[in-house]
């Protein structure tokens, strides 16, 4: 009987042994995948911090870095896809997750990775990036022409960003350089002014310029002020907005 007992008690640790290791390997396979996800992932304090870093356009990619010739443009909640460059082709609202560095656009997450944003099958890089196309009326593999993919908001430049205080105010200054081949008129840029920890605790936006439009080439201030706040020691200054003349 003792040993019929025994070997009960037995089996019975041995399967309490393999569960251990079980529930111990679950753990570990876990946190392995929870380490490699958030390897790289670049973390926001606020949804205000993420959405003023992530302003502007982005050429969407495939995995393998080629260009597919379209632009993810992030205009403050919305994210509107250009295709190929001829338009806004549809607009849909954006889900901020700062604190796990996501975002969600489209029904998809894409992960916000040393400047970039990135989703199961494409990559999306900041401002523009090189694209080869082809002459289809003469094609010859051998000659090809690469030319510089972009919209408007990578066009006109933000530069000379300066801050000061006066009395009652915390301001910033800077210029716009038309860079593109359009005229723009009604440029309005936003800015986000932060602490030096990067946290955003105030914003403003105003117009570079108006219906007199800015030239290929051309170049103009702006300026954005907020109540004074001596915390204040940096501003991320994006164009918000603008029409073509």
């Known amino acids: 009987m003792s040993k019929i007992n025994c070997k009960v008690n037995h089996n019975r640790t041995k399967a309490i042994i393999i569960i251990l290791i079980v529930i111990i390997a679950i753990f570990l396979i876990g946190l392995v995948?929870?380490?490699?996800q958030s390897k790289g992932k670049i973390q926001?304090?606020?949804?205000?911090?993420?959405?003023?870093s992530l302003q502007g356009a982005w050429t969407i990619c495939f995995n393998d870095g080629e260009s597919t010739g379209d632009q993810l443009i992030i205009d403050g909640d919305l994210g509107k896809l250009d295709i190929d460059g001829v338009g806004i082709k549809y607009s849909q609202t954006i889900e901020w997750e700062p604190n796990k560095g996501?975002?969600?656009?489209?029904?998809?997450?894409?992960?916000?990775?040393?400047?970039?944003?990135?989703?199961?099958?494409r990559i999306y890089k900041r401002g523009t990036v090189e694209k080869t196309t082809y002459d289809f009326e003469d094609w010859d593999s051998s000659k090809n022409t690469t030319e510089k993919l972009g919209n408007d908001y990578t066009m006109l430049q933000v530069s000379n960003v300066k801050i000061e205080s006066d009395t009652n105010y915390t301001v910033c200054t800077g210029i716009v350089t038309n860079n593109g081949r359009n005229t723009y008129k009604f440029i309005e840029v936003k800015g986000a002014f932060k602490t030096s920890n990067g946290?955003?605790?105030d914003t403003d936006s105003s117009y570079a310029c108006g219906n007199e439009g800015l030239d290929?080439?051309?170049s103009t201030s702006f300026r954005l002020s907020v109540?004074?706040?001596?915390s204040i020691t940096s501003c991320d200054v994006n164009v918000f907005d603008y029409a073509i003349k």
Do not use: A, H, Q
Not at 102 to 121: A, G, H, Q
Not at 227 to 230: E, Q
């Open 102 to 121: 996501i975002l969600k656009w489209d029904d998809t997450i894409y992960i916000v990775d040393n400047n970039t944003l990135k989703s199961s099958d």
């Open 44 to 52: 926001f304090d606020s949804e205000e911090e993420m959405r003023s």
């Open 33 to 36: 995948m929870c380490l490699s």
């Open 216 to 218: 290929v080439g051309e």
């Open 199 to 201: 946290t955003v605790v």
């Open 227 to 230: 109540p004074k706040n001596d």
